[in-house]
């Protein structure tokens, strides 16, 4: 049996709200990924300055954050690493929702009279970024059994970077569902039509300022539904909302 | 020059040609042959624009969304608890296994870990989705390709096991049972018992496809050599599960990437390919598949631990800031969820990286050149479930 390597590590699962000082905790677990971290220094090696960002969770995944216009690139020297299972393309929006995001959402308090909150700012995830788009891809390695995310910022006035469907046929389809739902173009894509959605369709769906009707015309239904653990105290941990 | 479609037309150019010693190439201008949306080789609603010439297909595009559901949409609104009951319905089929790898992608994230007896049974539920959604797939194949019989005996023996999944989770079809940090509930009483009798009559029934359709004759001329997949192609396109082991790949999420909280390194089992990577390699290894399925369960029946089914997790389940993708082997292939959290009670952005998106996205390779009754082979070969293509 394996177990996860942040197994029994964090304790402050519903209590993020809380300021813990799990630093000293984070200290006694510095592990490293040998295998990883040579995977990310022959990446550096061969894209150079590409490589913006990185992170390495070890024993687990690793991700690489290259320049926009390095994105083929990056494919290419991964596929010639032996990373030529393709998982997927797909994009994130990072821009904190103006709807629906928490139960306090803008939208609900406006419903409940409530003073509207700030904006919260944009925080993108591993390996960092600078603009609200990121796109995020990955490949496997079957023969290691490892993994590469990688990331790719796209800035706001040009939401378009080099295609993959040239180094591995699957990132077609994938790269058709991330322009519609995102509106993040590939440049050199053969075919980049709509793959779920009619073709007059306005607007693109997973953006976090598309608004998801539903949510708009009901207030948070989270929080009546959230169901207690079995055996476990109504009083006991958990905020009492 | 316009298509000749009339057989008497085209005898009277024939003589017309040949009495003017005029060499008349024949060139066909082409039909489009829609296939679908609805059409029983498609698991729901896929409509295929076939080009075609004669009877071969040039090139053939598959046009999905029919059943979009935008679940990567709302998941965003949706409470932990709340998604794992929307991603049941991703592959209707096999249900249980939607939730594993969302709730260990969850499980990873907050650092949180079932206890032993939890991911046991786990396993042994997947396991037997598996089972539940494969069997079908054999009998459904068969009935695509016109063996009726295989159909009817699929569906029975099937509900065996979706007996089982009920009395357990009291859903045949979508459990909801998985939770983060473990199970919903315990066995219910004589339940070890009886799943061993439902996988012996799954096992049988295993035998009795090999022998009513992968040993028939007609079954076999309808599907060798035809759709052949090689190595390389599957991994372009990122082919997964029997479709690649049926290309020769030796690769199964069980064995070399299991994430942790699934015990298949307690059960003695193999890992079947095929070196065809043809329609009749991909559905042998699925049958191979179901009966590795039914041992893995039954060995793992026998060892589940005593102990709790819950390990201790807050009342209200807010998962810490970070991300994380795990990805499972399920019926249909390589499923994984990235989740990226804010810490909120609702996942910022889950991406659903599912198998029959990829498995379908090579059709358009693997049909050109192909023949119209082919293409029947290859799609119910190549096995997608249309909820799991849409999302």
Redesign the interface.
């Given at each position: 049996?394996?177990?996860?390597l942040?197994?029994?590590?964090?304790?402050?699962?519903?209590s993020?709200d809380t300021a813990t000082d799990s630093a000293a905790e984070n200290e006694a677990v510095v592990e490293t990924d040998a295998a990883r971290e040579a995977v990310l220094a022959e990446l550096t090696e061969r894209l150079g300055a590409a490589v913006l960002g990185s992170y390495i969770r070890p024993g687990?995944?690793l991700?690489v954050r290259v320049e926009r216009s390095a994105w083929r690139d990056a494919a290419e020297a991964a596929k010639s690493m032996g990373f030529?299972?393709?998982?997927?393309v797909?994009a994130?929006?990072w821009l904190?929702?103006p709807?629906?995001?928490?139960?306090d959402a803008q939208e609900d308090l406006v419903v409940s009279g409530a003073e509207p909150k700030a904006p919260a700012p944009i925080?993108q995830?591993?390996a960092g970024g600078d603009t609200r788009f990121q796109v995020?891809a990955?490949l496997y390695n079957?023969a290691t059994?490892k993994?590469i995310?990688f990331k790719a910022d796209v800035p706001d006035d040009d939401l378009s970077l080099p295609t993959w469907s040239g180094v591995?046929?699957?990132a077609?389809?994938?790269e058709r569902e991330t322009r519609e739902?995102f509106g993040i173009t590939f440049d050199g894509h053969p075919n980049l039509i709509?793959?779920?959605?009619p073709t007059d369709f306005q607007g693109f769906?997973?953006r976090?300022d598309?608004p998801?009707l539903?949510?708009r015309v009901r207030p948070w239904p989270?929080?009546v539904?959230?169901?207690?653990?079995?055996?476990?105290a109504?009083s006991?941990?958990?905020?009492a909302? | 020059m316009t298509a000749v479609s009339d057989p008497s037309q085209l005898s009277d150019l024939i003589a017309e040609a040949t009495d003017t010693r005029v060499n008349l190439d024949f060139e066909s201008e082409g039909m489009t042959l829609n296939m679908g949306p609805q059409h029983p080789a498609t698991h729901g609603t896929l409509r295929i624009v076939a080009k075609l010439d004669g009877e071969q297909v040039i090139s053939a595009e598959p046009i999905c969304g029919y059943m979009h559901r935008g679940y990567e949409k709302i998941v965003e609104v949706r409470t932990y608890p709340q998604v794992n009951a929307l991603i049941n319905r991703i592959d209707w089929l096999g249900s249980f296994a939607n939730e594993v790898p969302f709730i260990l992608a969850a499980e990873k994230l907050m650092g949180v870990e079932a206890p032993p007896r939890a991911q046991w049974i786990r396993t042994i539920l997947f396991e037997m989705s598996r089972v539940a959604n494969i069997s079908l797939f054999l009998g459904d194949f068969g009935l695509q390709l016109g063996g009726m019989t295989a159909g009817f005996y699929a569906f029975r023996d099937r509900e065996h096991v979706l007996n089982m999944i009920e009395s357990a989770t009291g859903g045949r079809f979508h459990p909801n049972f998985d939770r983060i940090g473990g199970l919903k509930d315990d066995l219910p009483k004589g339940w070890i018992a009886d799943s061993h009798v439902a996988m012996d009559k799954l096992l049988a029934f295993c035998d009795e496809m090999e022998d009513l359709l992968v040993g028939n004759e007609i079954f076999q001329s309808r599907t060798r050599g035809i759709g052949v997949i090689p190595a390389d192609i599957a991994l372009n396109y990122g082919l997964s599960g029997a479709n690649l082991r049926a290309s020769g790949i030796d690769w199964d999420l069980r064995r070399d990437g299991c994430p942790p909280g699934l015990v298949y390194d307690q059960a003695d089992w193999k890992v079947w390919t095929h070196p065809d990577g043809d329609c009749f390699a991909r559905t042998w290894v699925r049958l191979q598949e179901t009966r590795e399925a039914a041992k893995i369960v039954k060995q793992l029946l026998d060892t589940i631990p005593a102990g709790p089914v819950m390990a201790k997790v807050p009342r209200i389940i807010k998962v810490p800031e970070g991300e994380a993708y795990v990805a499972t082997e399920n019926p249909l292939g390589e499923m994984g969820y990235y989740i990226a959290s804010k810490g909120d009670l609702v996942p910022f952005r889950v991406k659903i990286r599912s198998a029959s998106f990829n498995n379908i996205s090579i059709l358009p390779w693997v049909a050109r050149g192909a023949y119209v009754p082919d293409l029947i082979s290859i799609l119910g070969s190549l096995y997608f479930i249309l909820g799991d293509i849409d999302r």
């Amino acid at each position: 049996m394996r177990t996860w390597l942040s197994a029994g590590r964090v304790n402050q699962l519903s209590s993020t709200d809380t300021a813990t000082d799990s630093a000293a905790e984070n200290e006694a677990v510095v592990e490293t990924d040998a295998a990883r971290e040579a995977v990310l220094a022959e990446l550096t090696e061969r894209l150079g300055a590409a490589v913006l960002g990185s992170y390495i969770r070890p024993g687990d995944d690793l991700w690489v954050r290259v320049e926009r216009s390095a994105w083929r690139d990056a494919a290419e020297a991964a596929k010639s690493m032996g990373f030529t299972f393709f998982d997927y393309v797909s994009a994130i929006d990072w821009l904190p929702s103006p709807f629906g995001r928490d139960m306090d959402a803008q939208e609900d308090l406006v419903v409940s009279g409530a003073e509207p909150k700030a904006p919260a700012p944009i925080v993108q995830g591993y390996a960092g970024g600078d603009t609200r788009f990121q796109v995020i891809a990955r490949l496997y390695n079957i023969a290691t059994a490892k993994g590469i995310h990688f990331k790719a910022d796209v800035p706001d006035d040009d939401l378009s970077l080099p295609t993959w469907s040239g180094v591995f046929a699957g990132a077609n389809w994938h790269e058709r569902e991330t322009r519609e739902m995102f509106g993040i173009t590939f440049d050199g894509h053969p075919n980049l039509i709509n793959m779920y959605l009619p073709t007059d369709f306005q607007g693109f769906p997973l953006r976090k300022d598309f608004p998801l009707l539903a949510r708009r015309v009901r207030p948070w239904p989270g929080i009546v539904d959230v169901e207690p653990m079995p055996g476990v105290a109504d009083s006991e941990e958990g905020e009492a909302e | 020059m316009t298509a000749v479609s009339d057989p008497s037309q085209l005898s009277d150019l024939i003589a017309e040609a040949t009495d003017t010693r005029v060499n008349l190439d024949f060139e066909s201008e082409g039909m489009t042959l829609n296939m679908g949306p609805q059409h029983p080789a498609t698991h729901g609603t896929l409509r295929i624009v076939a080009k075609l010439d004669g009877e071969q297909v040039i090139s053939a595009e598959p046009i999905c969304g029919y059943m979009h559901r935008g679940y990567e949409k709302i998941v965003e609104v949706r409470t932990y608890p709340q998604v794992n009951a929307l991603i049941n319905r991703i592959d209707w089929l096999g249900s249980f296994a939607n939730e594993v790898p969302f709730i260990l992608a969850a499980e990873k994230l907050m650092g949180v870990e079932a206890p032993p007896r939890a991911q046991w049974i786990r396993t042994i539920l997947f396991e037997m989705s598996r089972v539940a959604n494969i069997s079908l797939f054999l009998g459904d194949f068969g009935l695509q390709l016109g063996g009726m019989t295989a159909g009817f005996y699929a569906f029975r023996d099937r509900e065996h096991v979706l007996n089982m999944i009920e009395s357990a989770t009291g859903g045949r079809f979508h459990p909801n049972f998985d939770r983060i940090g473990g199970l919903k509930d315990d066995l219910p009483k004589g339940w070890i018992a009886d799943s061993h009798v439902a996988m012996d009559k799954l096992l049988a029934f295993c035998d009795e496809m090999e022998d009513l359709l992968v040993g028939n004759e007609i079954f076999q001329s309808r599907t060798r050599g035809i759709g052949v997949i090689p190595a390389d192609i599957a991994l372009n396109y990122g082919l997964s599960g029997a479709n690649l082991r049926a290309s020769g790949i030796d690769w199964d999420l069980r064995r070399d990437g299991c994430p942790p909280g699934l015990v298949y390194d307690q059960a003695d089992w193999k890992v079947w390919t095929h070196p065809d990577g043809d329609c009749f390699a991909r559905t042998w290894v699925r049958l191979q598949e179901t009966r590795e399925a039914a041992k893995i369960v039954k060995q793992l029946l026998d060892t589940i631990p005593a102990g709790p089914v819950m390990a201790k997790v807050p009342r209200i389940i807010k998962v810490p800031e970070g991300e994380a993708y795990v990805a499972t082997e399920n019926p249909l292939g390589e499923m994984g969820y990235y989740i990226a959290s804010k810490g909120d009670l609702v996942p910022f952005r889950v991406k659903i990286r599912s198998a029959s998106f990829n498995n379908i996205s090579i059709l358009p390779w693997v049909a050109r050149g192909a023949y119209v009754p082919d293409l029947i082979s290859i799609l119910g070969s190549l096995y997608f479930i249309l909820g799991d293509i849409d999302r």
